[in-house]
């Protein structure tokens, strides 16, 4: 008996230390304080890196965020694939874990996550995440994570400490003072962490109000992209290492143009912009599907993109514009003053326009 309790003591003290998880861990009901007990992470020094099974991945064009940075990452259980449709998101099996982690490059001397100035995106500053992240010029904010379970997607998002060594569940968001530095001025603003039911203005795109991942659409994700397999096509990719079923040749699936290649026209670039940052929102079956101004790339009648369309809902927000687009005339057009408007009761998109 005694020997039974001295080696249940002995267990019981090895799993106090074993610590956080070698790889990557799907919770299927519990939602972890640390996002480190979910396994998406290597982490060390300096330095942050995906876990095997975590696939690193990009879009066309990204959403914009307050000029914010994004490494996204999905991972799909061992065995399980998602199916491929050429409109909607892809159909994600229970068990996983999309990773979306927001960062911003630090001026060159800033301490490695401590300091409170960051840097406006451009190019060069870029980090494609694939190899993971080098934090010697860049500062963690948050990771948001969509999970599959039994009952669909959760959202959870997790807030990076100063040290850049962890970050915490914060249910409710958070507010993170910061100050962009831009040639010797420094601006203050605040950026802001959705709390869980906030992510749902974005997330629930239909009016069953359920989550649904917005990125891992086909005409999203048709790119080329380093990775697994070099620089290839992303749809070929997953579809390689069994992440995705039923996708066809790039060539067949649809396509939204690059916002920042210079070489697509003009259409195709705002066109893929409006997609990606307003269609969650602005789609037949959208929030925004009363306001009857639908822009995603599927929809080409002129007048549900706002052409010579008067406006049904907009209230203030019009700035004494007769019509959502009037061509040729954008200082005329209400979609042009609302993307350039900063103030909270008429700037769309209604987040991150900062």
């Not at 069953?208 to 086909?218: C, D, E, F, T, V």
């Not at 070489?263 to 409006?274: F, G, K, M, P, V």
């Amino acid at each position: 008996m005694i020997r039974y309790l001295l080696a249940l003591i002995f267990a019981l003290s090895l799993a106090a230390c074993a610590g956080h998880p070698g790889a990557v861990t799907f919770h299927a009901e519990d939602n972890p304080q640390s996002l480190a007990d979910w396994g998406v992470f290597d982490i060390k020094p300096g330095h942050i890196a995906p876990r095997p099974g975590m696939v690193t991945y990009e879009l066309a064009t990204p959403l914009f965020s307050d000029y914010a940075q994004k490494w996204r990452m999905v991972f799909v259980p061992k065995g399980m694939s998602a199916r491929y449709d050429p409109v909607k998101t892809f159909d994600f099996p229970v068990g996983t874990i999309i990773a979306k982690t927001f960062y911003y490059s630090t001026p060159t001397g800033a301490a490695p996550g401590t300091s409170a100035h960051v840097l406006k995106v451009t190019p060069a500053s870029y980090q494609s995440g694939v190899t993971g992240l080098d934090l010697t010029h860049a500062r963690l904010i948050e990771t948001r994570l969509l999970v599959k379970r039994a009952g669909g997607w959760e959202a959870l998002p997790y807030v990076w400490n100063a040290e850049q060594t962890e970050a915490t569940l914060q249910r409710t968001g958070a507010e993170i003072p910061l100050q962009f530095a831009d040639a010797g001025k420094l601006t203050a603003f605040t950026y802001n962490v959705p709390n869980v039911n906030q992510c749902a203005g974005c997330h629930a795109v239909d009016r069953s109000r359920k989550l649904m991942p917005i990125g891992p659409k086909a005409r999203h994700l048709n790119r080329d992209f380093p990775g697994i397999g070099g620089e290839i096509n992303q749809l070929r990719r997953l579809a390689m290492i069994g992440y995705l079923t039923g996708a066809p040749d790039a060539d067949a699936a649809p396509r939204d143009a690059r916002f920042a290649d210079l070489n697509a026209s003009i259409d195709a670039r705002a066109r893929a912009y409006l997609d990606i940052n307003c269609a969650h929102c602005h789609s037949a079956t959208g929030p925004a599907r009363v306001s009857g101004l639908w822009l995603d790339s599927p929809t080409t009648d002129l007048r549900k993109l706002g052409a010579c369309k008067p406006p049904i809902a907009a209230g203030t927000g019009t700035g004494n514009r007769a019509y959502g687009i009037v061509p040729g005339h954008p200082e005329k057009s209400i979609m042009a003053y609302r993307l350039a408007s900063d103030d909270p009761g008429e700037m769309m998109p209604e987040n991150g326009p900062a």
